[in-house]
């Protein structure tokens, strides 16, 4: 079996004393991996629940999911189960068997991408929250470091214990942020949402849950290279995209929807040439410099998928949105990114599925780009690491003319 990683035993060393912890470590450093010994070294565990995105426990891509990590590191003694974190918020089914068996059995719990339990007021993170009761011996894994918005880390704390923080998310609120209500009238309705403008004290933050962490980066001896690769959109597509833009900037829906009309008009405006011609073209290319089976091609929207799929046999063809995270693809060493996306987070949690600890070859990431400027726009985002979307709602009718 693999050595363990300095980082690997640096972790297990922090934690194996404690029965609550969390690895806040980078796509591909072997969590999954700190995680099982983590758990090895507790006794008497009756059985352990690994919580985890559902296209983790069922992966588009055989062989990639957490079973099979589980697996190929010996598995454990005790029962295992899988489960899809999205299925506690939509099962009541699957929830109440999960609480009866974690009130009789001694439990190891797993929670798996714990970015997703953020929201201490969604039903899903609720229901995570009170299985955490149930049981002492706790662990959060998640592929960032301890996250920039304070108000993401009570609810993952909470989860591994109350005493942590020991506090009310009125006190935590209050002691960590500040913040400002805004409110709205649109239309004949008022709108209310609080924005956070500063943080204070940081440093006592980090202070209580620093003894419960172990971050780590990803140090890999692979280069990696990121390839722009151009294409042509047809005339009469681009003459559509025009005309598309002009029917969704008029200035009585953009005032009626204050510009929140934008993510809408862009999707509309990008789909028109998922499909371009010579997109396909280029990407063969691409393919043809490699092997297929070593591609992985990931698409936005449906057509565009699905017409990859039909043109490039034994290329795995995923969705940005959904196959970004959670699976290990090391076995490929190529990333195209057919159809660009807003949220560089998809983006850089893709490239992680095939640079990982166990790749040693050269890592290829290429990225299309159309001749229209909402394909500059969306690339320059992702380049930036920022939030456009909400500069775009302040925008005026002339502005966004010109920069789309």
């Keep these: ?48 629940v690994w919580l985890t995105p559902f296209r983790s426990v069922n992966p588009k891509v055989a062989g990639s999911g957490i079973q099979d ?35 009789v059995r001694k439990t190891f719990l797993v929670c798996d991408e714990s970015l997703k339990i953020k929201n201490g007021d969604a039903k899903r993170t609720k229901r995570i ?14 592929g960032t470091p301890v996250s920039r918005n304070l108000l993401d880390i009570k609810p993952q704390f909470d989860f591994l214990s109350q005493r942590i923080l020991n506090m009310s998310d009125a006190e ?25 403008t500063k943080y204070h004290n940081v440093d006592y933050l980090y ?18 290279q990121h390839l722009d690769v151009s294409y042509e959109i047809e005339p009469e597509i681009k003459e559509e995209y025009e005309r598309l833009k002009e029917k969704y900037l008029d200035d009585e829906k953009l005032q009626m929807l204050n510009n929140n ?30 092997r297929p089976e070593d591609v992985v091609i990931y698409c936005k929207f449906v057509d565009s998928r699905e017409t990859c799929q039909k043109l490039f046999p034994g290329v795995t063809i995923l969705s940005i949105q959904s196959d970004s995270s959670s699976v290990n693809l090391q076995a490929k060493n190529v990333t195209i990114e057919f159809d660009k996306t807003w949220n560089f987070a998809d983006v850089d949690q893709y490239k992680f599925r095939i640079f990982r600890t166990g790749q040693q070859r050269t890592c ?32 005026t009718k002339k502005e966004l003319k010109e920069i789309l």
């Excluded at 972790?11 to 758990?39: D, H, M, N, Q």
């Design 207 to 224: 202070s209580l849950i620093r003894p419960y962490v172990y971050e780590a980066d990803l140090q890999l001896d692979v280069t990696q």
């Design 1 to 48: 079996m693999q050595t363990l990683l300095n980082s690997q035993t640096e972790a297990i060393t922090k934690l194996s004393p404690l029965k609550v912890g969390a690895l806040f470590k980078r796509p591909g450093t072997g969590k999954s991996r700190t995680a099982i010994e983590l758990i090895r070294s507790v006794k008497e565990i009756e059985q352990v």
């Design 261 to 290: 009309i934008f993510l809408e008009m862009t999707m509309k405006m990008q789909h028109l040439y998922s499909c371009a011609e010579d997109k396909f073209t280029v990407t063969r290319k691409i393919i043809e410099a490699h």
């Design 129 to 142: 929250q009170e299985l955490g009761q149930l049981t002492e011996n706790k662990l959060i894994l998640n």
């Design 69 to 103: 990590e589980v697996a190929k590191w010996g598995g454990f003694e005790v029962p295992t189960l899988f489960i899809g974190i999205e299925s506690l918020s939509s099962s009541d089914r699957i929830y109440l068997e999960l609480y009866r068996l974690l009130e």
């Design 364 to 395: 290829y990431h290429y990225y299309l780009d159309g001749n229209v400027k909402l394909e500059g726009l969306m690339k320059g985002n992702n380049l930036k690491k920022s939030d456009l979307l909400n500069y775009f709602k302040t925008c």
């Design 172 to 196: 935590y609120k209050n002691t960590f942020c500040e913040y400002t209500k805004i409110t709205k009238l649109i239309g004949n309705r008022r709108f209310s949402k609080e924005f956070i």
